[in-house]
């Protein structure tokens, strides 16, 4: 799975701190889901477009492994 969250944080001009905080995850989710490394639960992704004003399939895609 592939995510855009990095490019959505930049838009918002906000650290991986601040979304951490505002998602209720540390900084260590935030910073490995960037990497590709964790693959967030429905909940966390849900949570992720919710706090972005945007559909879950704007940040998150399925790659051709998944």
């Known amino acids: 799975m592939t995510n855009k969250i990095r490019i959505y944080r930049a838009i918002k001009e906000i650290s991986q701190e601040q979304l951490a905080q505002e998602i209720g ?3 260590q ?3 490995a889901m960037e990497k590709n490394k ?3 639960s429905t909940v966390l992704a849900l949570k992720i477009a919710r706090y972005f004003e945007v559909k879950v399939e704007e940040i ?5 492994e998944d």
């Open 25 to 27: 995850v540390s900084r």
């Open 29 to 31: 989710t935030i910073h």
């Open 38 to 40: 964790y693959v967030p």
């Open 60 to 64: 998150f895609a399925l790659d051709n």
